[in-house]
Nanobody
Framework: QVQLVESGGGLVQHGGSLRLSCAAS????????MGWYRQALGRQREVVAR???????NYADSVKGRFTISRDIAKNTMYLQMNSLKPDDTALYFC?????????WGQGTQVTVSS
């Protein structure tokens, strides 16, 4: 069983920055892929950024150039650095991990960007 705990959300002004963290209960290199997803009120959950075991990354078009996904292997923690935040980035952000053909999710952390 994998446990994922997000932190770092909050209220920020348009143009501001936040860094989200996702702490995993197991070694993150044992996971196939980890990623960040978000769900805004009344909308479907969408992928924001993903990182593979080898370290390859990909991003949703809406966040390219503004968000950066990274990880600290020694701390078993994944991060999402979010810069130039916009009101459209307001959502509940979830950490996701794939492990042995199963998907695991954190409880989510709220990000609110004021205009």
């Amino acid at each position: 069983q994998v446990q994922l705990v997000e932190s770092g959300g909050g209220l920020v002004q348009h143009g501001g920055s936040l860094r989200l963290s996702c702490a995993a209960s197991i070694h993150i290199l044992s996971m196939n892929t980890m990623g960040w997803y978000r769900q805004a009120l009344g909308r479907q959950r969408e992928v924001v950024a993903r990182i593979t075991r080898s370290g390859s990354t990909n991003y949703a078009d809406s966040v390219k150039g503004r968000f950066t996904i990274s990880r600290d292997i020694a701390k078993n923690t994944m991060y999402l650095q979010m810069n130039s935040l916009k009101p459209d980035d307001t959502a509940l952000y979830f950490c996701n991990a794939g492990w042995f053909q199963a998907d695991y999710w954190g409880q989510g952390t709220q990000v609110t960007v004021s205009s």
